[in-house]
């Protein structure tokens, strides 16, 4: 089942769920949460997930804004090549020009 917008971050507290379960604790984000919650555990579970979660969230959007610049910066070297590759194209069809033009001036001169 497809979490609703108001539900969609349930993947990131999955995830963070199971790395508590498999013991993959960050412990300096676990000593803050204790001292937030002033030693009780349940609290500073809660508080840890919570902020594992936004971690998680940020981390995400971060990945998202790269892959947006990338993705912009690469449409724009697209464009600048076609760009240059418009100007060689101007640059060849000048030379062709030039030199039928030689040619026909070296032949009308035979």
Known sequence: MKPSKEHADSVFYDTAAKMIQRGEIDTGLMAKAIAKSYGDKKKAEV?????SVDLMK????NKFKQREVERKSNKDKETQNVKKFDDFDWI???FVIIITLIIIFLMADI
């Open 58 to 61: 940020e981390d995400a959007a």
């Open 92 to 94: 060849v069809i000048f």
């Open 47 to 51: 508080l840890y997930l919570e902020w």
